[in-house]
């Protein structure tokens, strides 16, 4: 007896979800505690950190990998200008060799801050391997307005509120475009705030109160043990007004210590809550601990720093 058609379809479909071999991904394995996380079935879990670091992008290529491993089907979001999002699209569509060779012209070069780091390179070129070797893994760029038109509907919201609301919306988008089990995006952390910022006609949302209107929304925040970070700060002994624009030629990027008041002194893990021995923060759910962080230099550097 011959299968039909739509039992030959199902068995595709099922082949097609089916979980990842060891052999078929990179060795990895999901943050102690995650059990926890994975229990609220949140729909999108954003990862607010520190730009400039090596631990942040290796946790979420982990995380990643390791939810490939059984079989999720998943959405990566990076902190890169939404505009340049076409542009990464047709790129990860190309094989390995090709995308890390087209990589650097999608917003990579030029960039002496901490978003572009070696690191976050790393994770890129990463997920693409695991999505060449048959992950349910997609991406997108979602910092910023992707268009006039996007920019001008959140022109009225209050001071940075357009940038945050173009950011959600871009997220929720590519997260609608196609079926995924979990959405993680990496952003810096006050994006990452599940509470309004600012008093009176100076309130707004963070992006990732926003993105809750369009599904649950988990959000942790980086902890560490300090250590280094790769980003860009104002020259020592310049002062600014407020609102006064930040120029090339006031700030300079590099390696700056980081501090922090606990070290738990634990490999990384993820944990819903308050951090031990601070305050509960209601803009975030939990948090994400990595230990000592170690600056990523930019993946592409400039001649000169960048605004």
């Known amino acids: 007896m011959q299968p039909s058609p739509m039992s030959i379809l199902a068995a595709l479909l099922l082949a097609f979800h089916a979980p990842l071999s060891a052999e078929a991904i990179d060795t990895c394995r999901l943050p102690e505690g995650w059990e926890t996380v994975r229990a609220r079935d949140a729909k999108f879990l954003v990862l607010g950190e520190l730009h400039g670091t090596a631990e942040s992008p290796q946790l979420v290529g982990d995380l990643a990998c390791g939810l490939a491993r059984s079989g999720k089907r998943i959405l990566v979001g990076i902190e890169f200008d939404a505009f340049r999002n076409p542009a ?135 902890r560490y043990a300090g250590g280094t970070a790769w980003n860009c700060q104002l020259k020592p002994g310049l002062q600014l007004r407020s609102g006064d624009p930040i120029t090339a030629n006031a700030i300079t990027c590099g390696e700056y210590p980081v501090s922090a008041t606990t070290d738990l002194r634990r490999q990384p893990f993820v944990q819903l809550g308050a951090f031990p021995g601070s305050a509960e923060d209601n803009g975030f759910d939990g948090f994400f601990w990595v230990g000592p962080i170690h600056a990523s230099v930019p993946a592409v550097p400039a001649e000169e720093p960048k605004p």
């Open 88 to 222: 990464l699209q047709e790129a990860w569509k190309l094989p390995d060799a090709e995308f890390e060779k087209q990589l650097p012209t999608i917003g990579w070069a030029g960039r002496n801050d901490g978003v572009a780091s070696r690191a976050m390179f790393n994770l890129v070129v990463r997920l693409h391997a695991l999505k060449t070797r048959g992950a349910s893994i997609d991406i997108v760029a979602f910092n910023g307005p992707r268009n006039e038109a996007q920019q001008a509907r959140f022109a009225a919201l209050a001071r940075q509120g357009p940038h945050e609301a173009a950011q959600a919306e871009n997220v929720a988008d590519a997260a609608a475009a196609s079926p995924h089990d979990i959405v993680l995006v990496l952003v810096g952390d006050f994006h990452a705030r599940k509470r309004t910022v600012g008093e009176g006609a100076d309130r707004f949302d963070p992006m990732a109160l926003r993105l809750s209107r369009s599904g649950p929304v988990l959000s942790l925040r980086l």
